[in-house]
């Protein structure tokens, strides 16, 4: 089955600057990539996806790029704000498992204001 | 549409107890998910239904637990009996399949077992 990884599990920063989370996936077959955003108290939220054709795609201060051939794949925040400050998901999904993402172990990202 | 909706929010009981946990999926979507939650084991994918049907329960934990969904709108997870260690937030997540997309999870409901 697919096995997601990602680093770090931690990350602080100052606001303002730029945080970066990765993650590898094992499974080629794999072709949706979300991230999910989770603030205290609620349930993972989507804030960006990629499918496997594009390369990257932008939302103001949110990127994800994809290297299929490396099989990894990256969140980018710009400009980061202390409502940043939330644990990030990613999960990999293909179209044989009704639906099913194999999600990362989370980044505890921190905006330090 | 209203989002996913769990039902109780939150939930205390006693161990041995029976809990039962209710959700009910965004309209239309096709695929229903069960997650656990703790700061040990992070998000566990338990079992997931498309079109009403199991496909998948292999992250069940225990005989303990089990979980229906008669029909395309209701989902229920049930623990019989509880125990101290089912203490987690329990999250509902519903989803289309095609095309392939997001999932929606629901607020989840928080259980503590005493």
């Known amino acids: 089955g697919e096995n997601v990884e990602q680093h770090p599990s931690t990350l602080s920063v100052q606001e303002g600057d730029s945080a970066v989370i990765k993650c590898t996936y094992s499974d080629s077959a794999s072709n949706y990539f979300p991230w999910y955003k989770q603030e205290l108290g609620k349930g993972p939220q989507l804030i960006i996806d990629?499918?496997?054709?594009?390369g990257e795609k932008k939302d103001q201060r949110i990127a994800v790029t994809l290297n299929k051939t490396a099989k990894h794949f990256s969140l980018h925040i710009t400009e980061t704000q202390p409502e940043d400050s939330a644990v990030y998901f990613c999960a990999a999904s293909d179209n044989t498992n009704a639906g099913k993402s194999t999600f990362g172990d989370g980044t505890t990202l921190t905006v330090k204001p | 549409d209203a989002g996913v909706i769990q039902s109780p929010r939150h939930e205390v009981t006693e161990m041995g107890q029976e809990v039962t946990l209710r959700c009910k999926p965004i309209s239309g979507h096709n695929s229903l998910f069960w997650y656990r939650q703790t700061m040990m084991r992070g998000l566990e994918l338990l079992i997931y239904f498309n079109n009403n049907v199991p496909i998948d329960d292999s992250g069940m934990p225990e005989d303990r637990f089990s979980a229906k969904m008669p029909n395309a709108s209701f989902s229920t997870l049930k623990i019989q009996p509880s125990e101290p260690r089912d203490s987690a937030v329990y999250f509902c997540?519903?989803?289309?399949?095609?095309?392939?997309?997001?999932?929606?999870f629901g607020p989840g409901t928080r259980l503590t077992v005493l």
């Open positions: 990629i499918r496997s054709n594009v």
């Open positions: 997540a519903s989803s289309w399949t095609s095309p392939l997309g997001e999932q929606f």
